[in-house]
């Protein structure tokens, strides 16, 4: 750490869980405006892995994750944008990533606390249209 220290490389930012106040437990929406360098998370996990979902691995300080202050490591990534990401794997969160802080605005980041070894997974976001996916049924016979 002090020869990072010394170069002035990036150091990851480490929070105790004991550090979440009221406002960064549980869910929480949290809007990000990327730097030059991203939004300064490494994303690990997926939903086959024994995370069970996406989570923030790491945090850089100096990013615009580390200033907002609501986002550690650990944390489950619901949704990007809108875009749910409950059942995803982490290379398609990367993808959706990458797209996203290409995009001129906020990146709008859905997240919760990390899974316990017990914990249900959650449901899925509501999805933005209610259309249903369901094979066409076949119209009513004929009286």
């Given at each position: 750490a002090a020869a990072a220290a010394?170069?002035?490389a990036?150091?990851?930012?480490?929070a105790a869980p004991a550090a979440r106040s009221a406002s960064t437990r549980g869910r929480r929406r949290v809007e990000?405006?990327?730097?030059?360098?991203?939004?300064?998370?490494?994303?690990?996990?997926?939903?086959?892995?024994?995370h069970r979902a996406v989570i923030i691995k790491q945090v850089l300080?100096?990013?615009?994750?580390a200033e907002c202050?609501?986002?550690f490591p650990g944390d489950r990534v619901l949704a990007v944008n809108?875009?749910?990401?409950t059942r995803a794997e982490r290379a398609e969160a990367l993808e959706l990533l990458r797209t996203v802080k290409t995009e001129p605005g906020p990146v709008v980041?859905?997240?919760?606390?990390?899974?316990g070894p017990s914990d249900?997974?959650?449901?899925?976001?509501?999805?933005?249209?209610?259309?249903?996916?369901?094979?066409?049924?076949?119209?009513?016979?004929p009286p």
């Open positions: 010394a170069t002035g990036t150091v990851a930012a480490h990000l405006t990327p730097g030059q360098g991203g939004l300064g998370v490494a994303l690990d996990g997926g939903a086959s892995t024994v300080r100096g990013s615009a994750a202050g609501r986002i809108g875009c749910d990401l980041l859905d997240l919760d606390d990390p899974l249900p997974l959650p449901a899925p976001l509501a999805p933005a249209s209610t259309e249903s996916a369901a094979a066409p049924t076949s119209p009513p016979p």
